[in-house]
């Protein structure tokens, strides 16, 4: 940088040719013919004066010595490139700079009165023991996310809340674990209200095959008007009733057609909104998909973060709708009618009502996480407040 700098001051600072011209006269005193040459005009420089006057110019310099009058000499400031070298490298030879030391963590740590403390390990106590209290024999289990997400409260209120310290850190990581229990509810909750959605729209299906002439009241007119009211509780105990008559052999021949073609309606009609909500799901997981990748492109979103979530809606392509997967047990059933299988007929029916009472428990484990995330929240209120 500093050779190219120098360069350009040199060519700026370069004399024109005729200053050069008068100094080379001067210096040698030869009375101007140098510089009186590079005046000529072309028309003079031809004539006869002209070149006598360009022959004596070359016979005067052809010999001369120029660097003799013209010696290179360094000023007072060309000085201070040395001496700056040198300060530098004394400097940073003998300088040691003054590096204060980093202040420690001097927050004052408050220690929280008795009896404070034992009411929040009482609160913490109770919560802890709800959550190991034995669930009912014939209760369905808590999906592994809300449990593993409820071990991790359960760690978290074992750990000591004896300063304002350990308060503010409990708050802190109660908040991200009820945040992380609030989503998974939210989103069982969400599948279950999915499945009351289709039920209406079943009721509507029903009645405009009613309205066609198309409806055909048999053995399980019951068990459809229950599952078209929402009502999983009734039409299990619908399911369950048929699977027992259907086994026992009490059906007459007219009942069992009259059976078949009812499920093979229901069947029908829950395939068609289950294609129908699938669809829809569909099209906001490409939506999903297509803000993810816009994400990965602005580098808001990193590889693994996108992989994790592609994941995650392939896994929620593979799951079935609940309605589907009713349906499936219906045809299996009607299978079994037409084949004169009652045992498989009583089996797939049993099956039916089996789904319906876990989905019943599944709401029972809705409502339960609501009461948790509720005590959740009086905890973490109780903690604030001390």
């Known amino acids: 940088l500093a050779l190219a700098v120098a360069i350009g001051l040199a060519i700026r600072r370069l004399p024109d040719k005729v200053s050069a011209a008068l100094s080379l006269d001067e210096r040698f005193q030869l009375r101007e013919r140098v510089t009186t040459s590079l005046m000529l005009s072309p028309a003079e420089a031809y004539s006869s004066a002209g070149q006598a006057l360009l022959a004596d110019v070359g016979d005067k310099i052809s010999n001369l010595q120029v660097g003799s009058r013209f010696p290179i000499r360094l000023g007072w400031k ?16 003998f300088y040691e700079p003054v590096i204060t030391p980093a202040r420690g963590n001097t927050e004052q740590v408050i220690q929280l009165p008795p009896e404070t403390v034992k009411e929040l390990e009482q609160k913490k106590q109770e919560f802890i023991n709800r959550l190991k209290t034995p669930p009912k024999p ?11 997400i409820e071990a991790k409260i359960e760690e978290i209120m074992k750990r000591p809340a004896n300063t304002d310290k350990d308060l503010k850190d409990r708050l802190t990581e109660l908040s991200e674990a009820e945040q992380a229990l609030r989503k998974k509810t939210d989103e069982e909750a969400a599948k279950m209200q999915d499945f009351q959605n289709q039920m ?24 459809k008007d229950a599952l078209a009211k929402g009502d999983t509780e009734k039409a299990k105990e619908e399911f369950d009733r048929l699977q027992k008559k259907v086994k026992s052999g009490e059906m007459t021949e007219k009942d069992k057609e009259q059976l078949k073609q009812e499920l093979k309606d229901l069947k ?18 490409q939506e999903r ?60 029916l049993k099956d039916a009502a089996e789904q319906l009472e876990q989905m ?27």
């Open 200 to 223: 209406q729209q079943l009721d509507q299906l029903q009645k405009k095959r009613k309205e066609e002439g198309k409806n055909q009241d048999g053995p399980a007119k019951d068990a």
């Open 289 to 348: 998909e297509q803000k993810l990748r816009e994400q990965m492109q602005e580098g808001k979103l990193d590889k693994e973060e996108f992989d994790k979530e592609m994941k995650k809606m392939d896994d929620e392509r593979k799951q079935k709708q609940e309605s589907q997967q009713l349906a499936d047990k219906l045809e299996r059933a009607q299978q079994a009618l037409d084949k004169d299988d009652t045992d498989g007929a009583a089996s797939a």
């Open 78 to 93: 060309s000085a201070l490139v040395p001496v700056s070298l040198i300060a530098l490298a004394a400097l940073m030879v």
């Open 268 to 285: 029908n009609d829950l395939e068609r909104l289950s294609r129908e909500k699938e669809k829809e799901e569909e099209e906001k997981r």
């Open 360 to 386: 019943e428990q599944k709401q029972q484990n809705i409502d339960d996480q609501e009461n948790e995330l509720q005590r959740l929240s009086d905890i973490r209120d109780a903690m604030g407040r001390a």
């Open 138 to 148: 014939d209760a369905r289990p808590k999906s592994e996310d809300i449990q593993r």
